[in-house]
């Protein structure tokens, strides 16, 4: 106190002008900088009214075959150029199925074997030759890796059984020596403990050379791989809903679109599931397994 400005800029060395700047001052507490709002955000920004939309339309369809937030992102990827990360429409999907109360799935998950399969059926809708069907997506997963393949029919029997199999057989080049099924679905009924196959399946099956091994009754648990892929796939690769001419150009785009997945990473082992794949298949060529399946094609031929 008693001391002029004059003399404050003198001894400090600086201007007249700044001393009484801070004399004038009255809180000496630090301002925060504003906080910047957030690219992402501010892009997905533009795109909610097309998410909103999408996701009012799921509530109108059937509940297993809905948009994830990785769909929703592809889709506006895709057709709607949108320049933005996957990690925004995830929160803003996730936010908005939250203020809409929408339930969580869950799934048990159990170790298995290189080689193993797991085989279920599904329902998806699709639009058949303009037509809206209901049509049964045949699932064979190798929970190893987690590589997944669909093939989709009209019914759930055991030349349709035998037909997808063959199908992805065929085409992956390699039969797994174990296939693990729902409680006989299409291709036996269970008669106490013990199943009895069709002898189709039966045919099959050893025509092969493989093993086939069932669930308890009640106990999805068990194939917990093929269960959880059913509702991904569905989800994933039928979201809208295919518009195909025929089952066989839809069964040809399921192919593919499986094959895409292999490029993808690994959710626990953080490695392309193709290289994980890779060992699945080691050992099981198909030349090993059989030298023909000619004898096989009258039998469901028709199936189609």
């Known amino acids: 106190m008693g001391v002029s400005q004059r003399e404050i800029a003198k001894r400090l060395s600086i201007s007249r002008d700044s001393v009484a700047k801070y004399l004038s001052q009255q809180d000496f507490s630090p301002k925060p900088q504003p906080l910047a709002q957030r690219p992402g955000g501010s892009v997905v920004a533009r795109f909610t009214p097309i998410i909103d939309q999408w996701l009012v339309d799921d509530q109108k369809r059937w509940h297993k075959q809905r948009h994830t937030a990785r769909r929703v992102f592809d889709r506006l990827v895709a057709e709607h150029d949108y320049p933005g990360s996957y990690s925004p429409v995830q929160r803003y999907v996730k936010q908005w199925r939250a203020e809409h109360r929408q339930p969580a799935d869950g799934y048990s998950e159990l170790e298995w074997p290189a080689g193993t399969v797991q085989v279920d059926f599904g329902q998806a809708q699709v639009f058949l030759a303009g037509v809206m069907t209901v049509v049964h997506v ?167």
Not at 224 to 230: D, M, P
Not at 261 to 280: G, T
Request: with cysteine.
């Open 138 to 304: 045949l699932i064979v997963t190798f929970p190893f890796s987690n590589m997944r393949y669909a093939q989709a029919y009209r019914g759930e029997t055991a030349e349709c059984v035998c037909d997808g199999l063959r199908t992805i057989f065929e085409h992956i080049g390699a039969v797994p020596p174990m296939m693990v099924f729902d409680n006989a679905t299409g291709i036996g009924r269970r008669v106490q403990d013990k199943v009895l196959e069709t002898k189709l399946f039966s045919a099959f099956r050893l025509h092969y050379r493989a093993h086939s091994r069932y669930c308890n009754p009640a106990s999805g648990h068990e194939k917990g791989s093929v269960e959880n892929a059913v509702g991904f796939l569905r989800r994933n690769l039928m979201v809208p809903e295919p518009d195909v001419t025929s089952l066989k150009a839809l069964n040809a785009m399921l192919l593919a679109r499986c094959d895409e997945l292999a490029a993808k990473e690994h959710y626990r082992q953080h490695v392309p599931i193709s290289q994980l794949f890779a060992e699945d298949l080691a050992g099981v060529s198909l030349e090993k397994w059989t030298s023909s399946v000619a004898g096989f094609r009258s039998c469901w031929k028709d199936v189609q």
